[in-house]
Protein backbone atom coordinates (compact mmCIF):
# COMPACT_ATOMS: atom_id res chain seq x y z
CA UNK A 1 0.00 0.00 0.00
CA UNK A 2 0.94 3.53 -0.82
CA UNK A 3 1.90 6.31 1.59
CA UNK A 4 -0.40 8.48 0.88
CA UNK A 5 -3.40 5.59 0.79
CA UNK A 6 -2.07 5.03 4.58
CA UNK A 7 -2.83 8.33 5.83
CA UNK A 8 -6.34 8.76 3.99
CA UNK A 9 -7.34 5.45 5.33
CA UNK A 10 -5.77 7.20 9.12
CA UNK A 11 -7.81 10.04 8.48
CA UNK A 12 -11.05 8.46 7.71
CA UNK A 13 -10.55 6.14 10.98
CA UNK A 14 -9.83 9.48 13.26
CA UNK A 15 -12.86 11.07 11.71
CA UNK A 16 -15.31 8.08 12.31
CA UNK A 17 -13.90 8.08 15.76
CA UNK A 18 -14.44 11.61 16.04
CA UNK A 19 -17.80 11.24 14.36
CA UNK A 20 -18.89 8.50 16.77
CA UNK A 21 -17.66 10.53 20.11
CA UNK A 22 -19.58 13.38 19.47
CA UNK A 23 -22.70 11.51 18.63
CA UNK A 24 -22.41 10.17 21.61
CA UNK A 25 -21.68 13.18 23.56
CA UNK A 26 -24.88 14.42 21.86
CA UNK A 27 -27.11 11.99 23.23
CA UNK A 28 -25.80 12.47 26.54
CA UNK A 29 -26.66 16.00 26.58
CA UNK A 30 -29.94 14.81 24.59
CA UNK A 31 -30.75 12.75 27.58
CA UNK A 32 -29.78 15.52 30.54
CA UNK A 33 -32.75 17.71 28.75
CA UNK A 34 -35.24 15.11 30.05
CA UNK A 35 -34.08 14.77 33.29
CA UNK A 36 -36.24 16.17 35.73
CA UNK A 37 -38.83 16.96 33.38
CA UNK A 38 -42.31 15.47 33.46
CA UNK A 39 -45.01 14.88 30.22
CA UNK A 40 -48.28 14.15 29.53
CA UNK A 41 -50.25 11.61 27.31
CA UNK A 42 -49.83 13.52 24.06
CA UNK A 43 -46.03 13.64 24.88
CA UNK A 44 -45.93 9.59 25.74
CA UNK A 45 -48.08 8.75 22.69
CA UNK A 46 -45.61 10.78 20.36
CA UNK A 47 -42.57 8.71 22.32
CA UNK A 48 -43.88 5.63 21.24
CA UNK A 49 -45.93 6.06 18.00
CA UNK A 50 -49.40 5.10 19.47
CA UNK A 51 -52.88 6.35 20.09
CA UNK A 52 -53.31 7.13 23.52
CA UNK A 53 -56.26 4.21 23.63
CA UNK A 54 -53.23 2.16 22.32
CA UNK A 55 -50.43 3.09 24.58
CA UNK A 56 -52.44 2.20 27.28
CA UNK A 57 -53.87 -1.26 26.51
CA UNK A 58 -50.27 -2.01 25.04
CA UNK A 59 -47.80 -0.49 27.56
CA UNK A 60 -49.28 1.66 30.20
CA UNK A 61 -51.73 -1.08 32.16
CA UNK A 62 -50.08 -4.35 31.33
CA UNK A 63 -47.04 -2.74 33.31
CA UNK A 64 -48.77 -1.01 35.95
CA UNK A 65 -46.89 -2.25 38.60
CA UNK A 66 -43.25 -1.49 37.10
CA UNK A 67 -44.57 2.04 36.39
CA UNK A 68 -46.52 3.37 38.75
CA UNK A 69 -45.25 5.56 41.61
CA UNK A 70 -41.64 6.84 40.22
CA UNK A 71 -42.01 7.06 36.58
CA UNK A 72 -45.60 7.08 35.89
CA UNK A 73 -48.83 8.73 37.84
CA UNK A 74 -51.56 7.22 36.69
CA UNK A 75 -54.80 8.78 37.25
CA UNK A 76 -57.11 8.01 40.11
CA UNK A 77 -60.23 9.87 38.59
CA UNK A 78 -61.39 10.19 35.02
CA UNK A 79 -60.76 13.96 33.67
CA UNK A 80 -57.70 13.60 35.85
CA UNK A 81 -54.17 14.07 33.49
CA UNK A 82 -51.03 11.49 33.44
CA UNK A 83 -47.84 12.10 34.46
CA UNK A 84 -44.34 10.97 33.33
CA UNK A 85 -40.81 11.44 34.08
CA UNK A 86 -39.29 11.42 31.13
CA UNK A 87 -35.82 10.44 31.93
CA UNK A 88 -37.04 7.39 33.52
CA UNK A 89 -39.94 6.88 30.94
CA UNK A 90 -37.36 7.02 27.83
CA UNK A 91 -35.16 4.83 29.90
CA UNK A 92 -37.71 2.13 30.21
CA UNK A 93 -39.13 2.25 26.67
CA UNK A 94 -35.56 1.53 25.41
CA UNK A 95 -35.13 -1.53 27.94
CA UNK A 96 -38.40 -2.84 27.26
CA UNK A 97 -39.14 -2.42 24.00
CA UNK A 98 -39.49 -6.02 22.90
CA UNK A 99 -41.99 -6.91 25.77
CA UNK A 100 -44.79 -4.68 24.43
Given at each position: ?5 L???L ?6 KL ?17 G ?17 N ?14 G???TFP??Q ?22
Amino acid sequence: METKELIFQLMEIDKQKLLLEKQAELQQLHDQLDYGAVGDMAWFCERVNMSAGNAKERILYPFKKELEGNIVTFPEVQGQKWQFNKWPMNKWIVENFERW
